[in-house]
């Protein structure tokens, strides 16, 4: 994780340092709720339907509250039938956004910001990135988590 871009005296060449190795992918599941981080897991390497489900499980359905509403996007891992039936039997609703419209996620604004402060932080090894992702975390305060609600249509009064 770097920064994209970066501000130099006119004339000058902005510089930075760059790895030449990459390691292995480290993926972030997490669930947002109005007024917090509900659920959250890192796994290293990339997220299949299992592993997405066993999140659903294990992690997001003992969250939950009756009459709750989990929003998904159309990701293909997101559509596997344990899905369904783990959410609806804690009382809660399932809605999918319709295709191509991140505009309605506000997990998307949640992870813009936790991968701004990544890319400061600059971290070089596995520890340093887990901790990175605490810290970043830790960072989103529930008036951004309901600003970002707001801004993405849902009623937050």
């Keep these: 994780m770097l920064r994209?871009?970066?501000r130099a005296l006119k004339g000058k060449r902005a510089r930075g340092e760059k790895p030449q190795k990459r390691g292995k992918n480290i993926s972030i599941i997490s669930a947002l709720s109005i007024e917090k981080v509900l659920a959250s897991s890192n796994i290293y390497g990339s997220v299949d339907g299992?592993?997405?489900e066993a999140f659903i499980v294990k992690k997001l359905v003992p969250e939950l509250w009756e009459n709750a509403c989990v929003v998904l996007d159309n990701?293909?891992?997101h559509?596997?039938?344990m899905v369904k039936e783990a959410i609806a039997q804690k009382g809660a609703k399932l809605i999918y956004l319709s295709p191509y419209s991140p505009e309605f996620s506000p997990i998307e604004n949640f992870w813009s910001k936790v991968k701004a402060i990544l890319r400061k932080l600059k971290a070089r090894t596995y520890k340093d990135l887990i901790d990175g992702i605490v810290d970043a975390?830790?960072?989103v305060t529930q008036q951004d988590i309901r600003n970002w609600f707001t801004h993405c249509c849902y009623c937050t009064s």
């Design 4 to 6: 994209l871009y970066a």
């Design 50 to 52: 299992t592993t997405f």
């Design 75 to 77: 990701a293909r891992i």
């Design 79 to 81: 559509l596997g039938e």
């Design 137 to 139: 975390m830790a960072q």
